[in-house]
Structure formats: C-alpha cells, structure tokens
C-alpha cells in the first residue's frame, strides 16, 4: 500500500534545473526526489523552483508594520516635498501624523518651531531615515506631559522638550499610548515573497513586546532583545542585543557586565555595528569579556576594513548584514563618501572568502522589506541609479540565497519551503508561487 501524505508537490525543480517531487507530512518533508510515489492533495508547481524559504536575519517588525501605515518621506528631497505629504496625509486634528524615511539633509533635524511650520494644527511625529531620532511638533509635545523627562528628550536651557528625541521608542510608546499596529499585513506580504522565517531585532524586546509579536505574524519568529526577555513556545529567543551610538558610547565596564549577564543566560549577544568606531568598541568589549562565543553576532557590519576581516574569523562572529543599503542609500554614499573608503561598505564577497559567517537581514523599516532587492543587490551590487560599490564584493546566486536560507531541503527537514523564479528580467521582482511554514500553506492557491 503506498503512502499516504497531506501534501504533494509535483513538477517543481531543483536549483539545477531537474526535475522534483516534495511530499509533505506533519509538517516535515517526508519524501523528495524526481519522483514520489504515494496519495494525498497534490500542488502543481508548474516548473517552478523549489527552495528554503527565506529567513529574514535582522528586522524590526511593529516599526515595519507603523511604516505601512505612515507617510513615507524617503522619496522627498526638499522641505517643500515634506510639507506636502504632511499635509495631504494629516487626517482629523485629534490624531496623530507619523511619517518615516525623513533624510536630516533637507532641513537637518527640524525642533518643534520649524516642524509647526509644516504642520502646526495636529501633533506630529517624524522619524529620521536611521531611527535614531524621533521629531516632534509643538502639539505633539504637549502631549508628552510635563517635565523632568529622560535623557532621551533634548530640553533646552529653560528645560523645555525641543522636540528631538534620540533613542526613546519604547519611553515615547509608553507616554503616548496608542494601539499597536496589526503585524497581519506585513506577515502576508512576507509571505508573498517568500519569507518563513523572521529575526526580530529590538534591543529593547521584553515580555510585553513578547506578547506583541508571538504568533501575531504566519513566519517562525526569533527574538532578540534585553537580558529580560524570557522563553516562549511561539518563537525562539534570540541575542542580548547591544545597542550604542558611536558619538555616545557607554563605558566599556557596563558593556562587559551585560555580556557576562547574556553568558549567564546561555544566550549569545549581537551588536549593533554601523561604524567602525562601534565595531572596534564592540571587538575590545569581547576580548575583555573573555573572548567571542558561538552565536554572537555582528548587526550591520556597515563599515569593515580589510584589516579586520581575518580577526573577524578568528573570533568566530557571525555578520549580519544588509546587501539592500547598497540599492537603497548607494547613492547617498557615493555622494558622500571618499571613493577610497566606498569599498569598506557592507561587506560581502570578501568576507564570505575570508572564513567568515555571513548572514543578510533587510533592516527594515530603515531598508527595503522586500528580500529580493537585497538578494539582486548581493549579486550586482548596484545602487538606485545602477551605479556600482564595490564589484569584487559581488556573490553568485547560490552564496546570496545562503545568506537567507538554512539547510537544503531534505527529508526529516521542516516543510519551510517556497515555489520561486527568478530570471534576470525580473530584477528584484521575482515570482513566488508557494510559500510554505511547517508544512502549512501561507502563500499560493490552495491545493
């Protein structure tokens, strides 16, 4: 009697282009190869490619889900593009405007008086492109209450709020309250590309933002977060997550204590490192710590030297990187950036060549939450405009979808799989087919 499975996926391929036959059974891979014989609902993939699913390494998932609901200002170059969008967005005077992707180029970072002159009749918060700073009008800083208020509000000497609050998500959630969005729509776009596993990268995840994202979303969830953060059965826990400013970095003791309290835990600790200046701050915090540990990772890796990669690799770091910065903000590096020092940037080929443990992660919502155009710029390294940083840090296909996928599919291997092509008409817009969690369909037509 031949077997019986819940599903069969038949007239797919392999990355080589043979033909394949996936059956799936309590949420593993029962059977694989050219052929499967058995009974169960069969899925015609149609010559599509089949694969692990994609594993996004490093995003910041409430603050994506808010961008799908705010004004976008990345696409705004003057300060008269900002008011517009402001204004044709501003909804009813009771509520509050968000807006993100705000580049500081234009008018730097705006106080309350120059941010009432775009939009005075409704409280307003703004983001800047890099998270780091959130900006307020007047009306949106009376409802901050009154003061003393933390480090991360900038007063002036009267100790009056400018505005300009640096670093202070979670204290300006809990003083303005409101709902947090719905995470469905992100975790179904995902889902449409492809995504089945996700890495939530807040360094101030506890138990309350625990409750937030547990099961809220249909891909796997892996948390980093505080020391606080405990175990649960919807996601995996994840790093100590470290978060510093290179213009603001704490004394190196304290570092040192949190990595020893994350050790304590048995969890690995994962920094944030745009700079060179937190990389290094980040290296020395390690070695007078007693020296990496399996797990630890790198966040960003946005600027690396040569110098530093055998080190790197020797210290057994895992970089987590993100290849869409170079389609995203290329531009604005060329612009800025001494073309000497362009090579330094994010990291790839050179890094994989020198033993070290590479994994990509779109940043989002400070980069593009669609993994292709990272995939795409992992192999071409293109900017926006086609320009090209640092060729030789190109990848092949195959070492660009190993930054976000695990193991091959294999029988006994979780039934995370998707159904994909993509051809190089496509660009960063390939089709997918089927996506598959646990051996449940997310995406795709139902068999």
């Not at 009697?1 to 309590?26: C, K």
């Not at 009432?116 to 409704?122: E, G, N, T, V, Y």
């Not at 976000?404 to 390939?430: K, T």
Request: net charge negative.
């Amino acid at each position: 009697m031949s077997e019986q499975f819940d599903l069969i996926i038949r007239n797919a391929l392999g990355a080589d282009g043979t033909i394949l036959a996936i059956a799936v059974r309590e949420g593993r891979i029962a059977a694989i190869g050219p052929s499967v014989e058995g009974h169960g609902p069969e899925y015609d993939a149609l010559g599509l490619t089949a694969g692990p699913g994609l594993h996004d390494h490093h995003i910041h998932l409430l603050a994506t889900a808010a961008r799908l609901e705010s004004v976008d200002l990345a696409d705004c170059r003057t300060d008269g593009a900002v008011v517009a969008m402001l204004r044709a967005r501003a909804g009813t005077a009771a509520t509050w405007v968000r807006a993100i992707g705000y580049d500081e180029r234009i008018a730097g970072l705006p106080d309350r008086h120059l941010l009432d002159a775009w939009l005075a009749d409704r409280p307003l918060r703004v983001q800047d492109r890099t998270g780091g700073y959130w900006l307020l009008n007047s009306a949106g800083v009376a409802l901050l209450g009154s003061p003393p208020f933390p480090a991360c509000v900038e007063c002036d000497a009267a100790g009056q709020a400018t505005g300009r609050i640096r670093r202070g998500d979670a204290w300006l959630r809990e003083r303005i309250g409101g709902a947090s969005p719905s995470l469905a729509p992100l975790g179904a776009k995902l889902a449409q590309w492809g995504v089945t596993a996700v890495t939530d990268a807040g360094a101030s995840n506890g138990p309350a933002e625990a409750a937030l994202l547990a099961g809220a979303m249909p891909q796997r969830l892996v948390m980093m977060g505080t020391e606080g953060l405990p175990a649960g059965p919807e996601y995996s826990l994840g790093p100590v997550k470290l978060l510093y400013d290179e213009d603001e970095l704490p004394p190196l003791e304290s570092v040192v204590t949190r990595i020893a309290a994350a050790r304590a835990l048995g969890r690995p600790v994962a920094a944030h490192c745009v700079t060179l200046g937190e990389l290094v701050f980040y290296l020395e915090a390690l070695s007078a710590a007693g020296g990496a540990r399996p797990g630890d990772r790198i966040e960003h890796g946005g600027v690396i030297p040569a110098s530093l990669i055998d080190d790197i690799a020797t210290a057994g770091l895992t970089i987590v990187t993100q290849p869409n910065f170079i389609h995203d903000r290329g531009d604005r590096y060329r612009a800025q950036i001494d073309a000497d020092e362009l090579s330094d940037l994010y990291r790839l080929g050179s890094l994989i060549r020198g033993g070290v443990r590479v994994l990509g992660g779109s940043d989002a919502p400070y980069g593009d939450v669609n993994p292709w155009i990272a995939l795409r710029a992992a192999t071409d390294r293109r900017t926006r405009d086609g320009a090209v940083i640092g060729a030789d840090e190109a990848v092949n296909r195959e070492e660009a979808f190993a930054l976000y996928q695990s193991a091959p599919l294999a029988v006994g291997g979780a039934a995370d799989l998707m159904l994909y092509d993509w051809r190089d008409e496509f660009g960063a817009q390939a089709r997918v087919g089927l996506t598959m969690v646990d051996g449940a369909i997310i995406w795709g037509a139902e068999t």
